[in-house]
């Protein structure tokens, strides 16, 4: 057995959030003795570790105050952290003793030869590390959560429970963090979204699929409305296409060999095997050929759809609107010459910026990302260099044209190219991939695509794949989050609403209600008899962006006075006055009051 200290040189986040895990987890064992431990790993913003009562205790946030208090006694006893290297035969033989049949299974996976091990006090893990030198460095923690979760990501192994916790340099960086974290909690879509009535789960349908309720659907409708307005007027053509399609489809692809794991089950129909499309453009391919072999002077040729996916997401990754197994992507995919990349590729980087500030995203909610394959990975990308040295350049020489800040990341491209990926950060600032630009050469060489160039020979048209806002899923739990469900008046699902005083002025404020509603508005008319303090209260809870309050001095000078959600009186004003305001609201897509 080699025994060697642990070797501290800097002291990175992450190595003290993984530290904190194992105080965790022996803090666990000590209270909670027979407790099967499964793995602890350090994440972006904190730590988790997965463990298994074995049914001897359930954990929930009831018992983190005294697993916390256990954990700050370790860390003030200064356990330093060891580093022991073992055989797999000596690993297997101590971990089999100690009857832990998760870190056994692991320790069968490992290739033969060294296996490493880190203690502290009393509790040995196995680990590659690195650790802290001694539990006192670990300076600011705080568990935040218990979730299921199963062994390794499959349904068919046990359910475990992960003890999600956080863990910082400073007290006040972990204070600044736990009151983002209450704000998020706020703003999290799903609390929103049930407030508000946007959308709805039921598990008669099955986890992953919502249902879009009236008021989420009419924002669903409004973006997909404003999405495909604005691709047709960039010359694109909209298209409808199945949500089924043979397997062979997706074997031509390579999405079959590459993603099958995302993909639902084939069902049997004759002698065919049909499955549930994961993505469209092999579709889009299909209406490319339709045609025959076509001619140079018909490209660019601009394809796009609102179509609906399906993905095997896995249970306990599934979440409201933003992580569902059913989907409708704004998808696009462009067949264009070599000589056209360059100019459609700043065509779609120009519509997402466009898309984005009619949004209301500002330029430091987002970055972006030139998201790189990895030449060595032959098993997860396509097998050619020369392809990806050439859409990779193309795509810096795009962000250097228009000196448009970004990074890169490799190994975070589609299979069969690089991409350009937008990622919008949340509500506690970490990023998220929201639209995406993706040059193609892999697709169209698959499925032999043809045009016939100027010369009169036969060329290979390259395909780009762009979506400008994402799913509708994810881009309304984003806005959701984003505006805490204070959406602009343009995309808010009502966007006023009338409050007459008393039923005298009832009848003015049914035709005012109607005039507003030939105009396009979306108005409710609330005449119910409950005092106007509560219908507004009501209405400012529902995030209604104009009360329009009507009584009878209001019905002698034709007039309303108006009040906004932020509790701002406009006082009274002529009605055409207000349609002006809320028109000059909707046309200028503004973002928020001013």
């Not at 099955?206 to 973006?223: E, K, M």
């Not at 002025?505 to 005092?531: S, T």
């Not at 962006?545 to 309303?560: A, D, F, S, T």
Request: hydrophobic share 35%.
């Amino acid at each position: 057995m080699n025994k060697t200290d642990n070797q501290k040189t800097t002291l990175p986040i992450e190595t003290m959030r993984h530290s904190c895990a194992h105080v965790m987890a022996q803090a666990v064992l000590e209270l909670y003795p027979g407790t099967k431990l499964a793995i602890g790993p350090s994440t972006e913003d904190g730590f988790y570790y997965d463990f298994d009562p074995q049914g001897q205790h359930k954990f929930s946030e009831l018992d983190f105050v005294q697993i916390e208090q256990k954990m700050k006694e370790i860390i003030r006893s200064k356990q330093e952290f060891v580093r022991e290297e073992i055989s797999k035969e000596e690993a297997l033989s101590r971990f089999e003793k100690e009857n832990e049949p998760y870190k056994l299974e692991i320790i069968q996976d490992l290739d033969d030869g060294t296996i490493t091990l880190y203690k502290n006090g009393p509790f040995v893990d196995l680990c590659r590390g690195p650790h802290v030198q001694n539990t006192s460095e670990i300076k600011a923690f705080k568990l935040l959560s218990v979730a299921g979760a199963y062994w390794r990501g499959s349904e068919k192994n046990p359910m475990l429970q992960r003890i999600y916790g956080t863990c910082f340099l400073t007290k006040e960086e972990l204070a600044d963090y736990l009151l983002r974290l209450e704000e998020a909690k706020k703003r999290d879509h799903r609390r929103v979204g049930k407030d508000l009535k946007l959308f709805t789960t039921s598990p008669e349908v099955g986890a992953g699929l919502p249902l879009w309720l009236p008021n989420g659907a009419t924002i669903r409708r409004i973006l997909e409305r404003y999405i495909v307005d604005m691709e047709l007027a960039e010359g694109y053509q909209h298209v409808y296409t199945p949500v089924l399609a043979k397997t062979e489809l997706y074997k031509i692809s390579g999405h079959w060999d590459h993603y099958r794991g995302s993909m639902y089950p084939p069902m049997a129909l004759d002698d065919d095997e049909l499955v549930l499309r994961p993505m469209n453009c092999p579709h889009h391919i299909q209406i490319y050929k339709s045609e025959g072999v076509r001619s140079y002077r018909e490209l660019p040729l601009r394809m796009a759809e609102l179509g609906q996916m399906f993905r095997l997401e896995k249970s306990g990754e599934l979440t409201g609107l933003s992580r569902v197994r059913s989907m409708c992507l704004n998808d696009a995919h462009i067949f264009c010459t070599e000589e056209q990349i360059h100019e459609e590729i700043i065509k779609a980087l120009q519509m997402v910026e466009k898309a984005y500030k009619d949004l209301g995203f500002t330029p430091d909610t987002y970055t972006y990302r030139l998201s790189l394959g990895d030449r060595n990975d032959t098993v997860k990308y396509v097998d050619n260099p020369a392809m990806w040295d050439k859409a990779e350049n193309e795509l810096r020489v795009v962000f250097k044209e228009l000196n448009l800040p970004h990074y890169e990341a490799p190994g975070e491209a589609a299979f069969y190219g690089p991409k350009i990926d937008i990622q919008l950060k949340n509500v506690l600032g970490k990023e998220e991939t929201v639209s995406t630009i993706q040059v193609d050469r892999h697709l169209p060489e698959r499925f032999q695509l043809e045009y016939i160039g100027e010369d009169g020979k036969p060329h290979q048209p390259i395909m780009i794949h762009r979506g400008i806002i994402s799913t509708m899923e994810r881009m309304t739990a984003f806005l959701i989050e984003y505006y805490a469900g204070a959406f602009p008046v343009w995309l808010s699902p009502v966007q006023a609403i009338i409050l007459p005083i008393k039923d005298s002025v009832n009848d003015f404020a049914l035709n005012f209600h109607l005039e507003l509603q030939k105009m396009g508005l979306r108005v409710n008319l609330d005449i119910r008899n409950e005092k106007l303090g509560y219908k507004i209260r009501e209405a400012q809870v529902q995030k209604i962006p104009y009360m329009l309050v009507i009584g009878e001095k209001e019905l002698q000078e034709n007039k309303v006075a108006v009040r906004r959600r932020d509790g701002k009186d406009l006082g009274a004003m002529s009605i055409d006055d207000f349609k002006s305001l809320i028109q000059d609201d909707i046309n200028s897509k503004r973002s928020r009051f001013e």
